[in-house]
T-cell receptor
Framework: DADVTQTPRNRITKTGKRIMLECSQT?????MYWYRQDPGLGLQLIYY???????NKGEISDGYSVSRQAQAKFSLSLESAIPNQTALYFC?????????????FGPGTRLLVL | AQTVTQSQPEMSVQEAETVTLSCTYD???????LFWYKQPPSRQMILVIR??????QNATENRFSVNFQKAAKSFSLKISDSQLGDTAMYFC??????????????FGTGTLLAVQP
């Protein structure tokens, strides 16, 4: 079984709809991240969390919110989706310095906003 | 600002041959980590190799090795005995020790590698 899972894998939605992307991990890591990938732009950090009570904005948090329901679960919400939020979304986890700051990624969710 | 630059948008190599992908970075940090990630058509982001900046020895993982030149801020990836399954987008990434101010991996824009049969 995969260590980091994301649901759904693909999603098509309409402008103005609220959607949630979910991430679960079995790696036992405290740190979780949400990134967005756009063609030619690499990955940009949306939000990150170092534990259940610690949520931090990344570089492109506008239009997004997150919830850390448990150590193993970190959800990303688009309250009112817009077309320029069409992208590939990745969840990642890390144990921080003890594993050399290595981040492990889920399989990604491809989101299309019409 | 910390940046990662991959100057080769696309590369091609014959199966069983060796290819080197280039990466340069800019930082004022002295302790940091460098990574190569592979993104095949399945779009999964897969860790290939990690280098710790305070270690002089170049990291190796089976057919993958790096040439880390700290003074030149260069971090190239060598793939030996290329296989068709190596066809993917390869991203170079950087993060300061402790995560820095942003706690994010800083990625380059990627190199698309095609392994030809």
């Amino acid at each position: 079984d995969a260590d980091v899972t994301q649901t759904p894998r693909n999603r098509i939605t309409k402008t103005g709809k609220r959607i949630m992307l979910e991430c679960s991990q079995t790696k036992g890591h405290d740190r979780m991240y949400w990134y967005r990938q756009d063609p030619g732009l690499g990955l940009q950090l949306i939000y990150y969390s170092f534990d259940v009570k610690d949520i931090n904005k990344g570089e492109i948090s506008d239009g997004y919110s997150v919830s850390r329901q448990a150590q193993a679960k970190f959800s990303l919400s688009l309250e009112s989706a817009i077309p320029n939020q069409t992208a590939l979304y990745f969840c990642a986890t890390s144990e921080g310095l003890s594993e050399g700051e290595t981040q492990y990624f889920g399989p990604g969710t491809r989101l299309l906003v019409l | 600002a910390q940046t990662v630059t991959q100057s080769q948008p696309e590369m091609s190599v014959q199966e069983a041959e060796t290819v080197t992908l280039s990466c340069t970075y800019d930082t004022s940090e002295s302790n940091y980590y460098l990574f190569w990630y592979k993104q095949p058509p399945s779009r999964q982001m897969i860790l290939v190799i990690r280098q710790e900046a305070y270690k002089q020895q170049n990291a190796t993982e089976n057919r993958f090795s790096v040439n880390f030149q700290k003074a030149a801020k260069s971090f190239s990836l060598k793939i030996s005995d290329s296989q068709l399954g190596d066809t993917a987008m390869y991203f170079c990434a950087f993060i300061p020790r402790g995560g820095g101010a942003t706690n994010k991996l800083i990625f380059g824009t990627g190199t698309l590698l095609a392994v030809q049969p």
